[in-house]
């Protein structure tokens, strides 16, 4: 059994059984690499779940940012969406990632990172 702590796991990307769904979304939001993005919906199914909200909610939680890069999680149709440190901030994070954004929105089949 592996004695890291569960942040470390978190921000290693590594999922296991005693995670939390909280801690398990970040863990898999942490594989999201620099340049690309990925849709509340792609984590879920990534899960095993249709729980797409609550993988809203984990983000909204997140108390590891922006080590647990949440800024890089947008909507199914490529929108931003609520960032606690706003959506202007979020922006300019994704651009100054090489992701370009447009009238609020990243074009997916550019920019998806694919789990």
Same mark, same amino acid.
């Given at each position: 059994?592996?004695?890291?702590?569960?942040?470390?796991?978190?921000?290693?990307?590594?999922?296991?059984?005693?995670?939390?769904?909280?801690?398990?979304?970040?863990?898999?939001?942490?594989?999201?690499?620099?340049?690309?993005?990925?849709?509340? =919906?792609? %984590?879920?199914?990534?899960?095993?779940?249709?729980?797409?909200?609550? !993988?809203?909610? @984990? *983000?909204?939680?997140?108390? #590891?940012?922006?080590?647990?890069?949440?800024?890089?999680?947008?909507?199914?149709?490529?929108?931003?969406?609520?960032?606690?440190?706003?959506?202007?901030?979020?922006? =300019?994070? %994704?651009?100054?990632?090489?992701?370009?954004?447009?009238?609020?929105? !990243?074009?997916? @089949? *550019?920019?998806?990172?694919? #789990?």
């Amino acid at each position: 059994m592996s004695s890291e702590l569960p942040i470390e796991q978190i921000k290693a990307g590594r999922i296991t059984s005693k995670m939390s769904f909280n801690q398990q979304v970040w863990a898999l939001t942490s594989r999201i690499p620099r340049g690309k993005v990925a849709t509340y =919906a792609d %984590l879920a199914r990534k899960l095993d779940t249709q729980a797409y909200r609550a !993988v809203g909610q @984990a *983000m909204h939680n997140n108390p #590891f940012a922006p080590d647990v890069p949440c800024h890089r999680v947008v909507g199914s149709d490529g929108k931003l969406t609520g960032y606690a440190r706003g959506l202007a901030k979020k922006t =300019a994070m %994704l651009k100054d990632e090489g992701v370009e954004v447009q009238k609020g929105r !990243v074009n997916l @089949a *550019m920019y998806r990172h694919r #789990f």
